[in-house]
């Protein structure tokens, strides 16, 4: 399975996650601590999606090689300053492609998405709900796999003006009717509010104070002060270090980060 993050909060540098923390995404891509499901090590590509600005559109950069073959990203995160990103490492399942395209996170307007897990029986299984979207933007998917096309089902929700929150799960119960026993951890961000859900796959949440340093994790340059009010969210595939606050995200879960707090919400009933 692939490995993801997720942060919102005061601006900091993806660096800190993506190749300092103890347990950073780097190390989690070879030495990852809990595939199950299949796989050893997440070398299909790797792709991390941040916002300059507030109220600016992501940035992206992905590739389709191994994040420890990439001598571009480590100096780009190191210079980047951002509230809020998701970055992911890939373990494609066997038969789908391994392309650039394939890689999360998925874009569009102002959201950020990354799929950790597998739909079962795809593409079959995807068949009927992938029926309500238009011809055309079945024809010009990025890639034909069952994350972008999971991508393109949450995208033609969130346009229609459809709560996050609420998009989010109700995607996840009709694929889950669709395609048992399919794992579902989604990561969705538009730089405001912070998604993540737990299906089948384990997902952890750190809350920090603003102004806080957390080992491995430190603010970026311009951060508030400690003591100043609000929090930091990071949501992980597996934490990326040993701080005791890390707290592990129940199974069929959501969390919803915005600047008014986390909040952790079952998915098996009414979401809103």
């Known amino acids: 399975m692939c490995r993801h993050i997720g942060y919102l909060g005061e601006p900091v540098s993806p660096a800190e996650a993506l190749f300092r923390a103890p347990h950073s995404l780097l190390v989690q891509s070879y030495a990852p601590a809990d595939m199950r499901g299949g796989g050893s090590v997440n070398a299909d590509g790797f792709g991390l999606g941040w916002y300059p600005g507030p109220g600016s559109p992501p940035l992206r950069h992905r590739r389709s090689t191994p994040l420890w073959t990439d001598e571009t990203l480590p100096p780009l995160a190191a210079a ?11 373990n ?16 569009a307007g102002p959201w950020l998405f990354s799929h950790n897990g597998v739909v079962r029986g795809y593409p079959d299984s995807l068949a009927e709900l992938a029926k309500t979207l238009p011809v055309t933007e079945l024809l010009t998917l990025e890639a034909p796999t069952d994350s972008v096309v999971l991508w ?46 737990t299906w089948t796959h384990a997902l952890s949440v750190l809350e920090t104070p603003a102004g806080s340093v957390v080992p491995g994790l430190r603010p970026g340059p311009g951060a508030p002060p400690p003591g100043t009010p609000g929090s930091n969210v990071w949501l992980a595939s597996e934490p990326l270090d040993g701080d005791p606050r890390w707290r592990p995200v129940p199974d069929h879960h959501a969390v919803r980060a915005t600047a008014a707090g986390v909040d952790l919400l079952p998915l098996t009933q009414e979401t809103s």
């Not at 980047?80 to 890939?90: D, N």
């Open 80 to 90: 980047v300053t951002s509230g809020a990103f998701v970055a992911a490492v890939r």
């Open 92 to 107: 494609g399942t066997t038969g789908l492609p391994v392309t650039e395209a394939a890689a999360a996170p998925f874009t």
């Open 152 to 197: 393109a089902l949450l995208r033609a929700r969130l346009a229609t003006g459809e709560d996050p929150l609420t998009a989010v799960a109700e995607l996840i119960l009709a694929v889950e009717a669709a395609a048992p026993g399919s794992r579902l951890n989604f990561l969705l961000t538009d730089g405001a509010t912070l998604i993540g859900t």
